[in-house]
């Protein structure tokens, strides 16, 4: 079991394969290491690809600034924070004091946004803020494109935002945050890929991150949109998309990679064993997901599966506190259950249909 003497290693920005290896058995720690806020769990874009656009689970809240510093004062072993869940993190005004007050913990910061509301002020702010990664969420090349898969006419104003932020960093004298774009591949925009990355290498946004599609059955979120073995029969299709794509941010000089840092075919076409494929996932041994009613989630991938949200609510954080739940009988129980031949619904694909 590993020991919670872990705090005392440096913070900074501790790599996704840290994390992942400090939990190294199928005993918990003892207090996250890895924690998913979700600010605000509304949205001001109508994703065809998420499931707050369809059938949202929760009555729309954010979380206020001192319920976030309760829940941090809960995780002293806390070394990284996402600031996202199901919504758009920007509509939680005390965004920027959030960040700021967990990098006076040394807690390395990302959220994920579409950028829509990321004004000249925002990005004064978010700088200010000492946040470390900003990754905005950019699905297409082509206003047509993005009004298809984010759902409102707001290509023309996230590029120009995205842009700003670009040079807003610059003229702060900063290279903080790191910024990036993250498109979701799908087989009506991935030939649109290498124009994202020509996109990127123009506005001088640091790297291109391409992940695979959660696909649970509505809207573009489909097997048929799926970009996965077994669901594209031309792999030389995407082959010949992804090259094409390195080769231009070769030429920019723009980091092109998939989802945790890995490769952009490992995200697309690489499949991980077909045994049992659950058990390599650590997540629930490491990492706390609360979303803006305080209810704690196993992962951020399970609200995106087909799974009855009832049967990933592990507890409440607000309620019952951080302890409370991550050593609560529910979430020993979806343990259990995960390292077993028969895991929870929401894991019973994980990285065999969708994602890793």
Known sequence: MASSSITSAPTGASSREDLV??????TPLPSPVEAYFEVANRCNSKCATCPLTFSPQEAARQLSLEEFKHLVRQLPDLRRAVLQGIGEPLLNRDLA????????????????????????????????????????????????????????????????????????RVSQGTCTPRISIWMTGLRDNLHELPDVVDLAGRLGVDEVYLQRMVYWGEGLATSEQSIYP?????????????????????????????????????????????????RACSRPLRLAYV????????????PFTDAPFE???LGNYLQDGVAGVWNGEAYQRFR???????????CRHCGLAWSL
């Open 21 to 26: 290896r400090l939990a190294d058995s199928a």
């Open 97 to 168: 004091p959030m960040i700021a007050h967990l990098k006076t913990r040394g807690v390395y910061v990302v959220f994920n946004t579409n950028a829509a509301l990321l004004t000249q002020r925002r990005q004064l702010e978010l700088i200010d803020s000492g946040l470390d990664e900003l990754r905005v969420s950019l699905d297409s090349s082509t206003p047509e494109t993005y009004l298809k898969v984010r759902g409102i006419p707001a290509f023309e104003r996230v590029v120009a935002n995205l842009g700003e932020m670009v040079s807003t």
């Open 230 to 278: 077994g669901q594209l029969a031309r792999s030389s299709e995407v082959e010949a998309i992804i090259a094409e794509a390195e080769r231009r941010a070769a030429r920019y000089g723009v980091g092109f990679r998939g989802a945790d840092a890995r490769p952009p075919r490992a995200s697309i076409l690489e499949r991980v064993p077909e045994r049992e494929p659950w």
């Open 291 to 302: 979303t803006a009613q305080g209810t704690a989630l196993p992962c951020c991938i399970a």
């Open 311 to 313: 049967s990933i609510r």
């Open 336 to 346: 259990q259950q995960l390292y077993s031949s028969e895991p929870p619904a929401a």
